[in-house]
Nanobody
């Protein structure tokens, strides 16, 4: 049974930081591209960042220079370090495993507000 379990969301003031984590089980984690997506109310889900099995990184233009994706294959975990958060970063953040079956986590809410 495949599980992607996110943690680390919450309420933060503008300019603050959060670190999301996603622990995977049931997949051969190290061989897959992992990604973080987000969906704000009334908007489509969008890619935030991804990391390939070889460590190649990809970021949405809106988060470049502020967010950092990383992975720890020994812990089957992918992280998203978010700095200089803005109100427009408010969304539900989802972990994604780019396998043939496209697995998703349950999502974690990030709210940036004063």
């Amino acid at each position: 049974q495949v599980q992607l379990v996110e943690a680390g969301g919450g309420l933060v003031q503008p300019g603050g930081s959060l670190r999301l984590s996603c622990a995977a089980s049931g997949i051969m984690f190290r061989i897959y591209t992992m990604g973080w997506y987000r969906q704000a109310p009334g908007k489509q889900r969008e890619l935030v960042a991804s990391i390939t099995s070889s460590g190649e990184l990809n970021y949405a233009d809106s988060v470049k220079g502020r967010f950092t994706i990383s992975r720890d294959n020994a812990k089957n975990t992918v992280y998203l370090e978010m700095n200089s958060l803005k109100p427009e970063d408010t969304a539900v953040y989802y972990c994604h495993a780019n396998t043939a079956n496209n697995y998703w986590g349950q999502g974690t809410q990030v709210t940036v507000s004063s």
